[in-house]
């Protein structure tokens, strides 16, 4: 069966990385995968290389731009793909449309988040392509409960949990690791891991650390992304005068490695689908507070493998930090509690079996 994924770019985000998880581990023997970029590579594109997985470039320019719907229509036609299994906006509106266009009759749509930045008529692409669609996969309750509000039909939505692979990473070396970010030997460890910009709300977890200086000497929020906000984040942090405990690290490749050092996980982000982020860091051992929204929901058991608090309450940021730096046995049956959770209920194979299942499904109604 050959499956053609389209996805905007291949950055290092949540949706790019289970694309890359999902491409590269599907049966071979099964699936012929394939993978179009519509706008840019990324990071990403290396993986997909290394384990074969032909990648198509379109090169997409700005919102609307006619000649690449016509020539991803053109590939489409040439590779005839079974499967057409588009990712994010610009994917599902571009690549729905053009494997209309070529006559493939099973469409997969893929809403990873919960879109309150979306206007009117992007909705209105939404809901046109959503009936043209054999499904929507999604990763999350919450993700699909938003998009029925916007006019979707419950019935068009298959929820697939995002998958994480629960590994042990070579150790780093912790004196190294502080040596390198210049941090006193001393020093707690909080990692915030995403992309800088406004539904992160990073800038609530700067101030949850000027909270917690005030009561404990040694906790130090590591900035772990980039993204359009940084300049914006860096100036905050001079302003707030805490960058002695607030380091931005920049995208950083050895992640999985950082987070066994820390105490813990902050995600203070405004809406999600289902954080990468918050998956990694419980796979990693980590306890996790983050915002009581839709996704984290489905991800932090309430004091047991973390805590939920209000977005925008960066009070509850430090408090339930500093009963976890004082407590080394609650975090630690967290971090366990956490870590088991994401084998069971959260695992890559999960995942990847998951969409193999629905493919088959979806291919063999048609024929």
Known sequence: MRILMIIPTLDRGGAEKQLSLLATG??????????AVLTRTGPLEAGLQVAGIPV????KRGKFDPLAWRRLRRLILDLKPDVVHTWLFAGNSYGRSAAL????????GGERCVDPWKHWYQFAIDRWLAKRSA???????GVRDFYVEHGIAADKFVVIPNGVEVVSPPPLSRE????????????RLIAAVGRLWPQKRLKDLIWGADLLKCVHDDPHLLIIGDGPQRYHLERFTRQCEIEDRVHFLGERSDVPQILPLC???WLGSGYEGQPNAV???????????ATDIAGNRELVVPEETGYLVTAGDRAAFARWTLVLLKDEEQRKRMGVAGKNRIEQEFSVSQMIGRYAELY???VSQIK
């Not at 499904?135 to 309750?141: E, L, V």
């Open 56 to 59: 198509h470039f379109i090169h």
């Open 101 to 108: 266009a070529a006559g493939v009759k099973c469409i997969i």
């Open 263 to 265: 105490e813990c996980l």
């Open 279 to 289: 998956m990694e860091a419980m796979a990693a051992g980590l306890p996790v507070i």
């Open 176 to 187: 190294k690791f502080l040596a390198e970010c210049k941090l006193p030997p001393n020093a």
């Open 360 to 362: 088959d499904r979806l």
């Open 26 to 35: 599907l049966p071979r023997d099964r699936f012929d995968v394939h993978v």
């Open 135 to 141: 499904c929507i996969a999604t990763n999350s309750a």
